[in-house]
């Protein structure tokens, strides 16, 4: 199967290399940027395509990892017929390439990609989308050589994946980033937290989080959320923040 | 070294399991719950103290691993005189324990604990405090012998890594359950996110988590984020708290 990656992004990094190592050659490379191209061309064994006009029109599956208001330009500037397209959005709908060509879909890993940091692609949830049964099932194939973990899903549910997370890995990522700027101001090194993260993501992996979720807002200890607020005085955003999601966690857990 | 446990909650019940682990012994396993006393106690190899007067007065260290709005009433039921009592608690200060005996302190594991859960005590940072040079260095060689990880912070140190704690831990498992409540929704299963979950948490081991924030926030994404809204539209308090977060992510990052 010949593949031609567009972008040169944490997503088209980690998708290059997974198809190189599944044994699946990578013929083409373009991306807006050229020198990030090259680099990525280089990794996975591919030439570059300086332009869109350069692409190759004979590959089996071009992959836009590109952004997503970015998706249909670049997929206007290929001249294709009935080569498949997919994009790797969680939000994009699979409508943003209609006529594009006519076998589309989208191919979503769901992981969060640094370039610097490996990851087991064999354990990276999939959801593909095609626009026939059989596209779909050719997708599906496609993502069954790269992980164990291939899902269908329309887009709407795709949407709503992607939103999910949001929360369990963006939003969370944004929690380190305050729990760290709050120890910062007291000179505390956040190694010390380190440990409890780990611990908090491990404890998830058999266990519904409703289940374990501790400390002072569901416990109502609104003594402890008090001196934490009276803390956090000084920073209006962060005190207001606490004080929503502490609000957020006691209205779950009442309901539930 | 002879050890009176007060409580008998996930604190108290690892702490007993690590002291005892470390060859020390619990003499006695006081709670509010008598039944809750007996199993830990059972487990520890301890006697059950059926009321705060059947505790004995000769111990050399009693630990007060109760809510903490009950220190200072459970340890107003004690009679002591210099006898070495500490609380356990993140947020409460010392001197609470004021006038308790003349030897008061406290000793803060800084993890989230389950009883169901084994926890590598080595590993978990503790926070001592001690009303004389003294005392703090005698909680500290006790914490030595469960740790590796002690650390000498005063009370308001203390309840500023606890306030980072709560991010780093209660409110990012918050996070996890709006993640997973989002995919029921959709009849998605959870393991979708638990990959994503253990990688977010793995990234910072090694990394500054503002370095590694990833997402349509920090990528300025409006688009995405509006689809996302867009979504959650049927859950306003759920809306609200994306937009916040979200905008959140994009403050912290444009003053960095």
């Keep these: ?8 992004g944490n997503v088209a990094t980690h998708l290059g290399r997974a198809f190189k190592m599944a044994g699946q050659s990578i013929v083409q490379v373009w991306s807006r940027q050229p020198q990030n191209a090259q680099e990525l061309a280089d990794s996975v064994g591919a030439a570059v395509a300086l332009s869109l006009e350069e692409v190759v029109t004979d590959a089996d599956l071009y992959i836009l990892a590109v952004k997503d208001d970015a998706i249909r330009t670049v997929a206007e500037g290929l001249e294709l017929d009935e080569q498949l397209i997919v994009h790797t959005s969680g939000s994009a709908g699979m409508d943003v390439l209609e006529n594009i060509s006519k076998k589309i879909g989208v191919f979503y890993p769901l992981q969060t990609f640094s370039k610097s940091k490996a990851v087991d692609f064999r354990q990276v949830p999939i959801a593909v989308e095609g626009n026939t049964p059989e596209v779909t099932q050719t997708i599906r194939a496609i993502a069954d050589r790269l992980s164990e973990k291939v899902i269908l899903l329309d887009s709407l549910q795709r949407r709503t994946l992607h939103a999910g997370a949001v929360f369990a890995c963006n939003f969370t990522n944004h929690m380190y980033t305050l729990a760290r700027h709050l120890l910062d101001g007291c000179d505390l090194p956040f190694d010390l937290l380190r440990p409890l993260i780990a611990e908090t993501a491990a404890k998830i992996q058999h266990n519904d989080p409703a289940t374990v979720q501790t400390g002072p807002a569901i416990r109502h200890d609104q003594q402890t959320m008090d001196a934490h ?28």
Tied chains: 1, 2.
């Design 1 to 8: 199967m010949k593949i031609v990656l567009l972008g040169s």
């Design 229 to 256: 607020l009276d803390l956090l005085q000084r920073d209006p955003a962060l005190k207001e923040l606490y004080r929503m999601l502490s609000q957020s966690i006691i209205n779950y857990h009442s309901q539930a």
